[in-house]
């Protein structure tokens, strides 16, 4: 009797080693398949992005050191991190009210990580061209998209115009186009805007003062870039869609990035409620052609809009800190969004559990059968 229980034992421990080894086997085959299918591994995307966080980081301390030599004095209730980068609350040039923790939250240099992710999930690629139009609402989503698309190896086609929500660029003294000039001379872009509007009302600064708008003209003349002047919507829409497009087909537009509530970008429409912050790969376009903003017009031809207006949003979903004092480090916390786990590691997830769990229904005596 006792030989028998022994052979017993035996056999249930034989078929109890086969089953884990089995197990064991399927497990290194799906983490095989996951690491060959993980985005991260495809194209260093891991890699593109603490770079992009690195060169945001410069570029602020390049602004940062700017506003010190010209004297600029900055405000420790307005922007504890001195940044360069907070305007003021009102000034000749601010067009709407906006969130001071909104705009201070922008300025972490790991941002420009999350617009690398945006980009990836919006289906864009080295060596693909990105639109941009840019209200100077934002100043730090600027250089947050010029670093992510250096690092990527994209080109970007950006339009800016001067008009800024509250605790933008909002000083009349270092609008969103000085910004941008420090970081030209200083080698942090490399890349010229291929046009400038006034912003505000109509993107025609209908609201500035009359000395004012004089002086911005002046400011872009000097700049030598393409003052786009249209107060007709549909006018300046095609003029920015032509810029964007170019005047042959040689190049794709892989996706629009619009940051900031300018005019000509969003349009008249209410639809224009319904875009998610981040990416939209599907956006309903209004029937009234004359209500079309740049972003319905790129959503028309199937181009991907990433919309950066309402930040908390974002911020939620990439794990960004919500108004940090002081600013973390370039690559603190930089990580995928859960909600962009690939299709493929999620298929061998799906199939990996699904196998373990057959296998422990099927085999479920081998471990849990009692000698009698």
């Known amino acids: ?53 690195r060169m945001m980081e410069r570029a602020i301390t390049v602004v940062r050191e700017h506003c010190i030599s010209q004297g600029m004095e900055f405000d420790n209730a307005i922007d504890p991190n001195h940044t360069g980068l907070i305007g003021v609350e009102d000034s000749d040039i601010t067009t709407t009210l906006g969130n001071l923790e909104a705009k201070r939250t922008t300025t972490n240099p790991n941002v420009a ?58 000083r009349n003294d270092f609008t969103l186009l000085d910004i941008y000039g420090v970081l030209k001379n200083r080698g942090i872009v490399e890349v010229s805007p291929a046009g400038v509007s006034l912003g505000g009302t109509r993107d025609v600064g209908q609201e500035y003062e009359s000395e004012l708008k004089v002086r911005l003209i002046e400011k872009i003349r000097l700049s030598g870039i393409r003052f786009l002047h249209r107060a007709d919507l549909q006018s300046n829409v095609t003029e920015r869609m032509a810029i964007y497009l170019g005047s042959s ?31 939209n790969t599907l956006v309903t376009i209004p029937a009234a052609k004359e209500t079309h903003g740049v972003v319905f017009e790129m959503a028309e031809r199937h181009i991907s809009v990433i919309h950066l207006l309402h930040i908390k949003s974002v911020a939620l979903k990439y794990g960004l800190p919500w108004d940090p004092i002081p600013l973390p480090r370039a690559g603190a916390g930089i990580a995928q969004a859960r909600s962009t786990l690939s299709t493929g590691v999620g298929i061998v997830a799906s199939v990996y559990f699904s196998l373990l769990i057959l296998i422990f229904v099927r085999h479920r005596n081998v471990f849990f059968r009692k000698l009698s």
Not at 7 to 25: E, M, N
Not at 118 to 145: H, K, Q, R
Not at 250 to 275: D, Q
Request: with cysteine; aromatic share 6%.
């Open 1 to 53: 009797m006792n030989l028998l229980n022994g052979q017993f034992k035996s056999r249930s421990s034989l078929a109890r080693d086969r089953v884990v080894l089995t197990c064991g086997i399927i497990s290194l085959v799906a983490f095989a398949a996951a690491r060959v299918l993980s985005p991260e591994e495809n194209r260093h995307g891991q890699r593109a992005r603490i770079e992009a966080a």
């Open 113 to 170: 990580g999350v617009i690398v992710q945006l980009l990836e999930d919006a289906g864009v690629a080295a060596g693909d061209t990105i639109a941009v139009g840019c209200s100077a609402s934002f100043p730090a989503l600027m250089i947050a998209t010029f670093a992510a698309s250096k690092a990527m190896g994209v080109h970007p086609v950006i339009i800016l115009s001067l008009g800024s929500s509250s605790y933008g660029a909002t």
């Open 249 to 279: 087909e040689k190049w794709r537009v892989a996706a629009f990035v619009n940051i900031g509530g300018n005019y000509a970008n969003l349009g008249t429409s209410p639809l224009v409620l319904k875009l998610d912050p981040g990416v």
